[in-house]
């Protein structure tokens, strides 16, 4: 899940953080593919409104 999805769905920063209990700043140090573990809470907190894409948290192979 991307950060900028998250945070227009709650409409801000702050109410992002409200919803999950963390401060702005906690948010503002995540990257743009948020925690994996965030991302399944706010799938859940929004029934599902946002989803959790699964290809986003695969690591890349690297050549040998």
């Not at 959790?52 to 192979?61: E, H, I, N």
């Amino acid at each position: 899940m991307r950060k900028s999805e998250a945070i227009k769905h709650f409409g801000s920063v702050r109410e992002l953080a409200e919803k999950l209990g963390v401060t702005d700043v906690a948010i503002y140090k995540w990257d743009e593919i948020i925690p994996k573990g965030r991302a399944y809470e706010l799938e859940k907190l929004t029934k599902g409104k946002l989803k959790v894409d699964p290809t986003l948290y695969q690591k890349q192979a690297t050549a040998a």
